[in-house]
């Protein structure tokens, strides 16, 4: 089994990680540069998903290394803009692989389609009524969507929920098997919709998916050891410093502290859920998904219990630190974007996702890793350290350090505090002056 672990990949030259990450997916450096190249999409093809378009509006696209879910080496492939998140998230996945990696779990997954009335004059005799006719819609609603059936998907129940002042919501609960679904839940929503307001006698209103997804929601955990916990001296690639197990548990008890912290508020809980969708909305839009609806059932489900809260929680047990995540995961492998997108199709290779649970599995994964490494940081040296070790490596880099030389000039300009290109140049003479 090819491993998700490849040791000094940042240090090389883009070529190389190309030839990395082919090997992994099997896949060649040119296809991975004929899909990742000018953008990852043509303006032709652009043309043709969106309107009015001028042209296309190209992002990095990284890989996060190390992770391993349920029991399976997999890179993840992530689209973002913010320094740190893909290094972060690669190195949170390298702590939670010491601990036998991230361990996910899907109960059910099934879409939601809503169909509203308004006007209802008797909303129990209403739902009497629609309760009665439970085999007739949900016959109706299969012809609505016939495509799913062969794939083992389609409608799988109804439910009816009266909200009062004459509004009365049937949903339609349907399993969309690999894709998304909005297009098929939306086609069975509309279907049902005459029907539903004659059985109940109200208006027909509004008839569309909802995006709290609370019935395709992801749960993953993972176990992390204390002492992996402790950074590792990327130059020596020796572990913790000593003491590593006493270090390791005053880290794990500070990030508990932090998890509760954005239990107990939910103006630190928006923060704590940021990082969380740092990982996750990068593989969604690496992988051609709609991240606006994931961000939209991840915040509905956090503010599920009236109080917004964290969608992760960290408790340390015993020597360990262990971490979990639930949150609502509406993703597909195919239709949509993916039809139309080389870079995300790549991305899916990349991944070897076979299946939307697998895919949801990872954005998950991405997500724990994300939020463990902003807590771990935030809990210990604080946030900055980290990102101006990645802001003065890219200087680094910049003014022509290579090999050896990027370490060392990283270390003076964090310790020096002035990261400039000026800087680094002078830095960069000085360690090739001896002095
Ligand atoms: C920054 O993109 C994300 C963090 O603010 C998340 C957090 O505070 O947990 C670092």
Same mark, same amino acid.
């Given at each position: 089994?090819?491993?998700?672990?490849?040791?000094?990949?940042?240090?090389?030259?883009?070529?190389?990680?190309?030839?990395?990450?082919?090997?992994?997916?099997?896949?060649?450096?040119?296809?991975?540069?004929?899909?990742?190249?000018?953008?990852?999409?043509?303006?032709?093809?652009?043309?043709?998903?969106?309107?009015?378009?001028?042209?296309?509006?190209?992002?990095?696209?990284?890989?996060?290394?190390?992770?391993?879910?349920?029991?399976?080496?997999?890179?993840?492939?992530?689209?973002?803009?913010?320094?740190?998140?893909?290094?972060?998230?690669?190195?949170?996945?390298?702590?939670?692989?010491?601990?036998?990696?991230?361990?996910?779990?899907?109960?059910?997954?099934?879409?939601i389609g809503q169909i509203e009335v308004h006007?209802v004059?008797?909303a129990?005799?209403a739902a009497?009524?629609v309760?009665?006719?439970?085999?007739?819609?949900?016959?109706?609603?299969?012809?609505?969507?016939?495509?799913?059936?062969?794939?083992?998907?389609?409608?799988?129940?109804l439910e009816i929920r009266d909200l009062g002042g004459g509004y009365v919501v049937v949903h339609v609960l349907?399993?969309?098997?690999?894709?998304?679904?909005?297009?098929?839940?939306?086609?069975?929503a509309?279907?049902l919709g005459?029907?539903i307001a004659?059985?109940t006698?109200g208006?027909l209103g509004l008839r569309i998916l909802t995006?709290l997804?609370?019935?395709?929601?992801?749960?993953?955990?993972?176990?992390?050891?204390?002492?992996?916990?402790?950074?590792?001296?990327?130059?020596?690639?020796?572990?913790?410093?000593?003491?590593?197990?006493?270090?390791?548990?005053?880290?794990?008890?500070?990030?508990?502290?932090?998890?509760?912290?954005?239990?107990?508020?939910?103006?630190?809980?928006?923060?704590?859920?940021?990082?969380?969708?740092?990982?996750?909305?990068?593989?969604?839009?690496?992988?051609?998904?709609?991240?606006?609806?994931?961000?939209?059932?991840?915040?509905?489900?956090?503010?599920?219990?009236?109080?917004?809260?964290?969608?992760?929680?960290?408790?340390?047990?015993?020597?360990? #630190?262990?971490?979990?995540?639930?949150?609502?995961?509406?993703?597909?492998?195919?239709?949509?974007?993916?039809?139309?997108?080389?870079?995300?199709?790549?991305?899916?290779?990349?991944?070897?996702?076979?299946?939307?649970?697998?895919?949801?599995?990872?954005?998950?994964?991405?997500?724990?890793?994300?939020?463990?490494?902003?807590?771990?940081?935030?809990?210990?040296?604080?946030?900055?350290?980290?990102?101006?070790?990645?802001?003065?490596?890219?200087?680094?880099?910049?003014?022509?350090?290579?090999?050896?030389?990027?370490?060392?000039?990283?270390?003076?300009?964090?310790?020096?505090?002035?990261?400039?290109?000026?800087?680094?140049?002078?830095? #960069?003479?000085?360690?090739?002056?001896?002095?």
């Amino acid at each position: 089994m090819s491993q998700s672990r490849i040791p000094g990949f940042y240090e090389l030259p883009m070529a190389e990680r190309r030839i990395r990450i082919a090997d992994f997916a099997r896949t060649t450096p040119d296809e991975l540069a004929a899909a990742l190249d000018f953008g990852g999409i043509d303006p032709a093809a652009a043309d043709n998903i969106v309107e009015n378009v001028i042209g296309t509006y190209a992002l990095p696209f990284g890989i996060a290394l190390n992770f391993q879910v349920n029991a399976v080496d997999r890179l993840v492939p992530m689209v973002v803009e913010e320094p740190s998140v893909i290094a972060a998230a690669s190195n949170a996945a390298r702590m939670v692989r010491r601990g036998g990696g991230f361990l996910a779990e899907q109960p059910e997954a099934l879409m939601i389609g809503q169909i509203e009335v308004h006007d209802v004059p008797d909303a129990v005799r209403a739902a009497a009524a629609v309760d009665g006719a439970r085999e007739e819609l949900l016959r109706r609603a299969v012809e609505a969507a016939p495509g799913l059936v062969p794939y083992g998907g389609g409608p799988r129940g109804l439910e009816i929920r009266d909200l009062g002042g004459g509004y009365v919501v049937v949903h339609v609960l349907v399993d969309c098997c690999d894709a998304m679904g909005a297009n098929m839940v939306n086609t069975v929503a509309e279907a049902l919709g005459p029907r539903i307001a004659e059985l109940t006698g109200g208006s027909l209103g509004l008839r569309i998916l909802t995006n709290l997804a609370d019935r395709r929601r992801v749960r993953v955990s993972c176990r992390v050891p204390a002492a992996a916990l402790v950074g590792r001296d990327r130059r020596t690639g020796q572990g913790g410093p000593d003491g590593a197990a006493e270090r390791g548990v005053e880290i794990s008890a500070a990030i508990e502290t932090a998890s509760r912290f954005a239990e107990a508020d939910p103006y630190r809980a928006a923060t704590h859920n940021k990082g969380i969708m740092n990982g996750v909305d990068a593989v969604a839009i690496a992988t051609g998904n709609d991240w606006r609806a994931i961000e939209a059932g991840a915040h509905a489900f956090a503010a599920r219990s009236g109080r917004y809260r964290p969608l992760s929680i960290w408790r340390r047990d015993g020597d360990a #630190l262990v971490g979990t995540l639930e949150m609502p995961m509406a993703v597909g492998i195919v239709g949509g974007t993916l039809r139309v997108h080389p870079a995300a199709r790549v991305a899916l290779k990349i991944l070897a996702a076979n299946s939307a649970r697998d895919l949801a599995f990872a954005l998950a994964a991405a997500g724990l890793a994300s939020n463990l490494a902003a807590v771990r940081a935030l809990a210990t040296e604080g946030i900055n350290r980290g990102h101006m070790a990645l802001h003065a490596r890219s200087v680094a880099v910049t003014v022509g350090a290579s090999g050896r030389e990027v370490d060392a000039l990283v270390d003076r300009l964090v310790h020096g505090g002035v990261i400039t290109l000026d800087a680094a140049t002078e830095a #960069l003479a000085a360690i090739r002056d001896g002095r």
